[in-house]
């Protein structure tokens, strides 16, 4: 078993930056895919972003390409989500979630492919 909590969340201003932590405990960090997704209010939960258990790889949704940069710290067992040029449609609750490595394919835009979530960190973003 691995826990997720996920921080950093917050209010912004539109073109503003936040940074969001997601610490986990339990398990060593780095036998795990992990990944952000979020969901907007009416909307149903999406990727974002995703990295890979050695962090060569990373993936990115086309609506946050080029804006957010999902990043690892195994030593701190944790994963990272910089936000740069925020915008208003980026309002959301942030969910990380982790991937175990084991002989199971990882597709890294799905959210079935995940064996752990955090609770969420909120995200708002005035205009």
């Known amino acids: 078993q691995v826990q997720l909590v996920e921080s950093g969340g917050g209010l912004a201003q539109a073109g503003g930056s936040l940074r969001l932590s997601c610490a986990a405990s339990g398990r060593t960090l780095s036998n795990y895919a992990m990944a952000w997704f979020r969901r907007a209010p009416g909307k149903e939960r999406e990727f974002g972003a995703a990295?890979?258990?050695?962090?060569?790889?990373?993936y990115y949704a086309d609506s946050v390409k080029g804006r957010f940069t999902i990043s690892r710290d195994d030593a701190k067992n944790t994963v990272y989500l910089q936000m740069n040029s925020l915008k208003p449609e980026d309002t959301a609750v942030y969910f990380c979630?982790?991937?175990?490595?084991?002989?199971?394919?990882?597709?890294?835009?799905?959210?079935?492919?995940?064996?752990?979530w955090g609770q969420g960190t909120q995200v708002t973003v005035s205009s």
């Open positions: 979630a982790a991937k175990a490595l084991d002989s199971s394919s990882w597709y890294h835009a799905a959210p079935w492919s995940y064996d752990y």
């Open positions: 990295i890979s258990w050695y962090g060569d790889s990373t």
